[in-house]
């Protein structure tokens, strides 16, 4: 069971807002939005999996991890995946800057992004990987893949955006974005005030205290008389893991935040076992057509009761121009 509290009010009030468990959708296969839990393949180059990608490990004796970053086609739609897995013992920070993508993994356990997209082909740029105790951060520069950029587009290299989807789902009434993503991070509670060094003495000494926050995002339109009158956002996401955990989570770009929210600022779940929720919103807008929309890209960051972000994964939506 999941409550949900306004930021800053964790202490004070732990039931201000409840929010309504859903059953979702049954079914299998990245084709159905809200459907398939999608998590990164063991097996990299194996089955769906081996069409594009660029692939490493990092060890350098303190930390040892492996990316993941490829593209694939399934039930005609393109794919592309970003995922890191941690290898050493101890729990570690590791962000994938241009990604967005961030988090504490411990063991075996990845951090991931994945979202669907319209573009004809593939590209590889390199991105900046930071990973390691404050103290002594490092990074490496690894390739990366991304929807192929018209030559028109190119100066916004550091974006997800202007190529991905325009994603027909069974469930979707009509064009959305669909993101979904993974990442692990300590408890809001236990963490709050610490630096990212305190954090990591913290998870060595208290491994279990890690919960994982798993989201699926989608944004899509909704039309009268022929117009776009309303930008619509649902946002699933499930906690699991440290049953005694607060998590705190807010959307990077405000607006965004207040319509799927309603609220300025975070949204502390306090966790007693995983269950799937489901928080939704819309703006209202004034166009044409799907072509007089932005597709943008933000972040679902997971913070700490002091405001501290402590993992991050990315989401794409519609906005105005």
Not at 35 to 59: H, L, M, R, T
Not at 287 to 306: F, G
Request: with cysteine; aromatic share 10%; glycine share 8%.
């Amino acid at each position: 069971m999941v409550r949900v509290i306004s930021f800053g009010q964790v202490r004070l009030a732990r039931w201000l807002a409840t929010v309504t468990f859903i059953a979702l959708l049954a079914g299998a296969g990245l084709g159905v939005a809200f459907a398939s839990s999608f998590s990164c393949p063991n097996d990299f180059f194996i089955g769906d999996y081996n069409k594009e990608g660029a692939a490493g490990s990092i060890d350098d004796g303190s930390s040892k991890f492996e990316y993941k970053s490829w593209a694939w086609n399934k039930d005609n739609t393109n794919y592309i995946c970003h995922c890191v897995r941690n290898l050493a013992a101890n729990p570690t920070r590791i962000e994938w800057k241009e990604i967005n993508l961030s988090g504490w993994p411990k063991l075996k356990q990845t951090l991931f992004s994945m979202y669907s997209y319209e573009a004809n082909d593939i590209e590889k740029r390199n991105t900046t990987i930071e990973y390691g105790p404050q103290r002594s951060q490092k990074h490496t520069i690894v390739p990366t893949v991304y929807p192929k950029i018209s030559l028109g587009k190119q100066h916004n290299l550091d974006k997800l955006d202007d190529q991905i989807i325009l994603a027909e789902y069974s469930e979707a009434k009509g064009p959305s974005h669909l993101s979904i993503g993974k990442t692990s991070v300590p408890n809001s509670e236990a963490v709050e005030g610490m630096t990212d060094d305190q954090i990591e003495k913290y998870l060595a000494e208290n491994n279990n205290a890690l919960s994982d926050f798993y989201m699926e995002f989608r944004s899509g339109i909704s039309e009268s008389d022929g117009k776009i009158t309303r930008l619509t956002f649902e946002c699933i996401y499930e906690i699991s893991g440290d049953e005694r955990s607060t998590m705190g989570f807010k959307i990077a770009d405000p607006k965004v935040q207040m319509a799927v929210f309603k609220s300025d600022r975070p949204v502390f779940a306090r966790m007693w076992g995983g269950s799937r929720m489901k928080m939704s919103g819309e703006l209202k807008i004034e166009a044409k057509s799907i072509h007089d929309l932005e597709t943008k890209t933000s972040s679902m960051q997971i913070v700490s009761e002091d405001n501290k972000i402590l993992g991050s994964m990315p989401i794409v939506y519609f906005a105005g121009e």
